[in-house]
């Protein structure tokens, strides 16, 4: 049985410390890849603590993916073995995103990632713009700072400190219109002539930018914690490009493990950098975040970036970047010149929305309409015909998971056939984009911009596909 | 005397069928380069039409470049033959631009491009942006049509038919954030491998972003007529970035034949382009302007550019190309997939502004204000010291003229000596790009934000520094 001093743990709470002390183990292989930990009653005993206290830590633990759980067999500590199986599809065309939300076609688009506007607070928002017109005035009008109003990326640095532990400095922030911009800017920040690694499957737009930039691009496969780091390594890529709080489409969360790997590729040569793309990150639903990896970059080779689109609107063009010092005296020098894309009145209002808290109050909403929606959506599925043909991989995170179906059926064919009864649904072998073509029958529910109202249906033709071929 | 039958005219103005007979005559040759034409007096009483008719005939080819005024000799038909001498200086440092409007070190920026944001009906702005609030809602947070809201496309539709006589479906209007985000965007779209030209002298940073783009980029002299078209069929380039409708910093405006020989350049090739950046095109004070190279294009080989960064505020970040039809079928499939980089609410409130007919209140009233701002400022300059030792070139457009100063010291030791005393001005030779180093003393004067406060202390500086080496 696991033994800690739990005198020992000062002023941190019981479960954090726990959690520490198992991780650590892991860590240092005391506990063994896919060894069984205690249930959590018997270390509740054994420790004398609350079971609570072990679940707490145990989920902690699951979400950064030290231990995995199995349906009444319990908790195992996690091994880097485990492949998660993501093998793309060349025969499904990648079916290109739509323009707008025209959305006249079907009665329900997994496909569409907009997110739900009813939720946001619109009149807050337009609350805030009101004020920002009202109190700056003409001051709007005049010329940006290039790197963006000091105002919000000081609020910036204040949101990142508080959702995510990171200790960064205004001046290192710079604003861009939309994250697409902003990786065309570190292309020309990183250099045209290094080869950017970018994850596969992935979400396409990413590599789309690179190649319509004209650098080389390389696929790098997935296992189960993401990015391959033995693949990265054995590639000749410079730059590479991860979301490690939550992959799209497979929705892996890296554990530290890998983190750690990823960071030792990028100190073993000079001019490695690794863009930590952390669009999703404020959807986590339980245990604490995982630290990013700038905040655990000591060499300064990880250029965090974010965007506003998911958490406030798509239609708000406000991203950012947070370059390591050497870069951003880079930056400064060579693409300094090249003038802020964001106008006046929504940066000094976005810096409004988050000062007055107003931000932080409506992630908080935002999570819990969230995972009522999704917990809701998979238990109709669970009740459902569908339920005994279906299986959920999802990890407490972000604004889509994976149903894997047990069908004879294949990706094309599913697709296909629910298309016609109103249903837009990708699968993920649709985002792989290497060679190896076949399909896992594994199919992407973006849940956050969907009519609850539609799903019984959805549902009923999903599981009359799968069990009548 | 030139003989027209005036009767022939038809419902065409009377000025107008004037200037043209008189232009088809100047392009035909039978009125010869350099020739004197009539009085206005002699030439209205022939015509039996008011001196008045002539005097607006006069003008527009003025300001076409058929013809030049001598003072107190008249007016003579242009030639090809008469040189604008800009002779770069590479011994003076291009100066960097300020990042922001910190302002502290000069009393007067004649480097300073703001615009005069006290004119802006700022109360018009707000109110707009409030209608948009109040009456689209939660519609401004819905994800945007890639190219730009409809709304807003139509719009610029329409602008361009009533300032320009454009002809342009919004189908081919692409929004952006910025000036500089278009030229990266059409970098992509016409080829890395394809070699840019820009006007030298011309405006740095058009040539900074596309080195920064990583494309080849040549730069191309200008005589009196604007960019040599010469020494552009002379080089290797494929695409030409010009400025025809009020270059900086020379001011010239490119006359009607240079443009057709450009043109030509265009279509003895397959894949060449002519961007035209029309940035300036709302401040010409007297005339008509000449119409855009876009509208008199038969191939579909002019990308035309406009911004609202000037006209609006520095601030807010629209701006747009219109792109022939071959290209925009290009556009669609290959960079389709860019999210558009201006939010919602701004598309909208710009949309607002155009239909409800305040930008053109609002261009007329800028164009009185900096029409009366810039002849007052000439006029303080000739009334003084000064005026002996300065000729203003100027031709009645755009937000800053050329003052030519007759003095021993060279570009560097005047811009040294009035710095000291609070005066920031940039010479023309700055912003040349080639080798052959030499210096005009010509100083560039942008008038648009400066204090008219502070003219008169400026201009006895200036008048000291040449009077008293």
Redesign the interface.
Known sequence: MLTYDMEKRGATPIYFYLYKCIKSDIEKGVIKPNEKLPSKRSLAEHLKISVMTVQNAYMQLMSEGYIYSKTKSGYFAHSLEIPFTVIPNKNIAAI??K???EGDKYFIDFRDN?IN??I?P?SVW?GV??KV??EY??E????????GVKKLREAIAGLLYRFRGMEVSPERIIIG??T??LY?LLV?LLG?DKIYAVEDPGYG?IA??YK???VECRYIALDGYGLSSGELIKSDADIVHISPSHHFPTGIVMPAGRRREILGWAYSAPERYIIEDDYDSEFRFTGKPLPTMESIDTQGRVIYMNTFSKT???????SYIVLPAELLERYNS?????????????QYALAEFIDGGYFERHINRMRKAYKTKRDLIIKQIKDSPLGEKATILEEDSGLHFIIKLKTDLNDREIIGMVKVRGINISCLSQYGNRQEGMQNSMFIINYSGIDMDCMAKAVEILADTVNHP
Do not use: H
Request: hydrophobic residues 30%; aromatic residues 8%; positive net charge.
């Open positions: 290109p995103r323009n707008t939300s907009n506007t009813d946001f619109f337009s713009i009101r017109l009202g005035g003409g709007t009008l005049k010329k940006l700072p290039n790197a219109a939309g697409e911009y065309g020309k045209k737009k789309a930018v319509s930039e004209g406030i609107s798509p239609s708000l063009r406000i060579s693409l300094g010149f090249y003038s802020c894309t964001v106008s006046g009145i929504e």
